[in-house]
Nanobody
Framework: QVQLVESGGGLVQPGGSLRLTCAASGSIFSNLAMGWYRQAPGKQREMVARISSGGRTTYAASVKGRFTISRDNAKNTVYLQMNSLEPEDTAVYYC????????WGQGTQVTVSS
């Protein structure tokens, strides 16, 4: 089993930046593929970025070139650096991993507005 706790969300103006953090506990973090997902009001949850245990990354087309996912295995933490934020990025952002079952964090709200 694994526990995930996200932090770092907030209110930011268009064009601004935020860095989200997901702290994991309860399993061998370095073996886990990790992902960031988001859900905007009235929309389905969607994948934003993923990073494999070996560090290979995948991005949604809408964030490629603006967001960067990274991990620090020594700290059991995965990050999402978000630059050039747009109002369309407004959503609750979730961290997720899968070990037989999906494990989700509680989410952190990101609001991009002037």
């Amino acid at each position: 089993q694994v526990q995930l706790v996200e932090s770092g969300g907030g209110l930011v103006q268009p064009g601004g930046s935020l860095r989200l953090t997901c702290a994991a506990s309860g399993s061998i973090f370095s073996n886990l593929a990790m992902g960031w997902y988001r859900q905007a009001p009235g929309k389905q949850r969607e994948m934003v970025a993923r990073i494999s245990s070996g560090g290979r990354t995948t991005y949604a087309a809408s964030v490629k070139g603006r967001f960067t996912i990274s991990r620090d295995n020594a700290k059991n933490t995965v990050y999402l650096q978000m630059n050039s934020l747009e109002p369309e990025d407004t959503a609750v952002y979730y961290c997720k991993t899968t070990i037989a079952n999906d494990y989700w964090g509680q989410g952190t709200q990101v609001t991009v507005s002037s």
